[in-house]
């Protein structure tokens, strides 16, 4: 018998050679109906895997995510199976999941290409396929026998993928009459795959290796139900419509040039005013909560680098050094701001009562993404981290983080992101050789996250292995309107720089230690925040921050002194907002004003100007009717809250 560990903690006993199948099964009818894949002791396998000793398991769904990859992946191989039928002779480099699908690599052979008008036979064949409920049957094979079976096939991608596995280790899986080499896991059979959607197509170098020969890249995406994928598709065109590129055009937010350079954006004025009250918000809190701000410059020399890791890290891949007229001097784009922060940190001997000691910046950083992987304001060359590094004493890592959680979620309800998971970020205990310090610092740290997130009552998810090198991390996953993930938000525990700086404190014994350095980024980077922030709320920022809140519109130039005399009195009340003087219709104003989402639109005429009244509408709603300035102030500012 075999003791089965379920989620919730409760035990089961089993007989040795049970599935996780069998265990769904024992659960509930429906569980077992809806099991794709299972979790044991954090390896996803497939449903119909045996156990064979004692372990941890979770059953996996379509509502997990790690069950929506294994979907996804064995719809991959779904894809493949279509077009080995209908394009004979295709040859198979990989296909993974992705986040919202799957794709697939394949050589068609010369003369041939797929386009966006082949997908519909395509999804047709898979369809037809998946009708078919062919089970998903993984097979152990030798590493002879697999060589023996590609080469037959003429598929020299999976031949090369066969050079670097060892023997023992090596897996086919096959359903219906297509097999392929894969690790797996997969889902049971086919006949869950109800609706599939073929993406896009695109060209992509074998192993990414633009050296290599140029495959064609085929994105799909399926789902359990046809309604499904319809709301999918009504996602994606309500994504479009959000692109925060498109909308920091239209509201005059930010823009690029060529001549500038790619992935370094211009922030226009309306998108200045943006960002800087998102710097005066957060600076704020952080004076509260006792954050000293700082100032660092945009180069450092390059030993400063060297010393910090970043050179080795990121110096292949970073700007080329600034070389100055003194012989051998270089300085270099600075990657991050940490390791200025630490020689802040050094200017001054430090005392256990000195201990922590909180610095923060919006620094601007660089480094050189390829050109292929800028992406508007999420991906760029050059960005401002709303930085934070605290420095402190091994027992007050814990009081410090919860600290800085409490920040977070400061933000994350200010800003109406009220869906997200924290992702603590794990050692792997099986492999400790990725990491430094010591088990015990390792264990504090660790146990300080996971008490700190528990005490705050967060939805938390525990990765083993995604730890960086030098110490455990909590990562905020927020969801945004239209249900997409996002990582905002992240805490880090160091134990590296200090050491690499050599940074101390004299304890209460006067010896000399090590503090730990914790990093914090709220909002991970402004740039990245802002293009996130732009498509949560489809441009339309919240009252506190949006850079204007109000435009006044004069019917015709007879009204431009009393529209200029209303916003002049708004003014007074801390409300920001400007006047359409154009010599236009006001009801090509109205249209205008609305396209610019802005959130008050009022017009003043004949009669408002006599009464000294507005006539209000509001961005979305339409007509408020009049009102005097003194209840319009009043309403916006009991709008007027961050929090």
């Not at 036979?121 to 097979?139: G, N």
């Not at 090596?170 to 080499?181: E, N, S, V």
């Not at 050296?211 to 994504?239: C, D, H, S, V, W």
């Not at 977070?408 to 794990?426: G, R, W």
Request: hydrophobic share 35%.
């Amino acid at each position: 018998m075999l003791n089965i560990t379920l989620p919730d903690g409760s035990v089961r006993p089993v007989e040795s050679g049970t599935t996780g199948y069998d265990l769904a099964a024992s659960i509930s009818e429906g569980l077992a109906r809806n099991a794709l894949a299972v979790r044991v002791n954090g390896e996803v396998r497939d449903l119909h895997r045996p156990f064979t000793e004692d372990a941890s398991v979770e059953i996996l769904t379509w509502n997990d995510e790690a069950g929506k990859a294994t979907y996804w992946h064995s719809s991959a191989h779904l894809m493949a199976e279509a077009l080995e039928a209908l394009y004979p002779g295709v040859k198979l480099a990989i296909g993974p999941a992705i986040e919202n699908g799957f794709y697939y690599d394949v050589d068609l052979g010369e003369g041939r290409s797929i386009s966006s008008e082949d997908f519909p036979e395509i999804e047709k064949k898979m369809l037809e396929l998946a009708k078919h409920k062919s089970r998903y049957i993984r097979q152990e094979v030798s590493k002879a026998d697999a060589i023996a079976y590609f080469t037959e096939k003429q598929d020299p991608y999976k031949l090369e993928l066969l050079e670097n596995l060892e023997d023992g280790h090596i897996t086919f899986y096959t359903q219906g009459g297509f097999t392929d080499l894969c690790r797996g896991p997969h889902i049971p059979d086919t006949s869950t795959i109800k609706a599939a959607k073929l993406m896009n197509v695109a060209g992509a170098y074998w192993r990414g290796d633009e050296k290599n020969k140029q495959l064609t890249r085929l994105y799909g995406i399926t789902f359990p139900k046809a309604k499904e994928l319809a709301e999918y598709l009504e996602r994606l065109e309500e994504a479009k419509r959000r692109d925060h590129r498109k909308l920091g055009k239209e509201l005059k937010l930010f823009a690029f040039s060529d001549k500038v350079g790619a992935g370094l954006p211009l922030w226009l004025p309306k998108g200045t005013a943006l960002r800087e009250r998102l710097e005066q918000f957060l600076r704020r809190a952080q004076v509260k909560a006792g954050y000293q701000p700082v100032v660092t410059p945009h180069i450092g020399g390059k030993e400063l680098y060297v010393t910090s890791g970043h050179y080795e890290k990121y110096g292949a891949d970073s700007f080329q050094p600034i070389k100055t007229p003194n012989p051998g001097e270089e300085f270099f784009l600075k990657p991050m701001n940490c390791p200025h922060h630490c020689e802040i940190y050094k200017t001054e001997p430090r005392s256990y009562r000195d201990l922590p000691v909180r610095y923060a910046e919006f620094g601007t950083v660089y480094r050189y993404e390829q050109s292929g992987e800028l992406h508007g304001l999420t991906r760029v060359r050059g960005f401002t981290q709303d930085d934070a590094h605290i420095f402190c004493r091994p027992d007050q890592v814990k009081d410090e983080f919860k600290k800085v959680i409490d920040i977070v979620l400061y933000v994350l309800k200010a800003l109406d992101f009220p869906d997200f998971t924290a992702q603590i970020s794990l050692r792997d205990p099986n492999n400790k050789t990725k990491y430094i310090g010591s088990d015990e610092n390792w264990t504090r740290a660790e146990s300080a996250i996971q008490e700190a997130a528990l005490e705050k009552g967060l939805n938390t998810v525990t990765e083993l292995g995604e730890a960086a090198f030098y110490g455990p991390k909590l990562d905020f996953m927020v969801r945004d309107a239209i249900g997409r993930r996002w990582q905002l938000g992240t805490i880090q525990v160091d134990y590296n720089l200090p050491e690499r700086f050599e940074l101390e404190y004299v304890a209460s014994d006067n010896s000399r230690q090590r503090p730990v350095m914790i990093h914090r980024a709220p909002f991970g980077s402004l740039e990245r925040f802002v293009a996130v922030l732009i498509e949560h709320c489809g441009g339309n920022f919240p009252l506190w921050l949006t850079p204007e809140q109000f435009i006044v519109l004069p019917i015709s130039d007879k009204y431009l002194d009393y529209a200029n005399e209303v916003k002049a009195q708004l003014e007074q009340h801390a409300l920001r907002g400007t006047v359409d003087a154009r010599d236009e219709r006001i009801g090509r104003k109205i249209r205008d004003a609305e396209m610019g989402k802005i959130p008050y639109l009022l017009v003043v005429g004949e009669k408002e100007a006599q009464d000294n009244i507005i006539s209000v509408r509001k961005h979305g709603e339409g007509d408020l009717g009049s009102m005097a300035l003194e209840a319009f102030v009043q309403s916006v500012q009991s709008q007027m809250t961050e929090v």
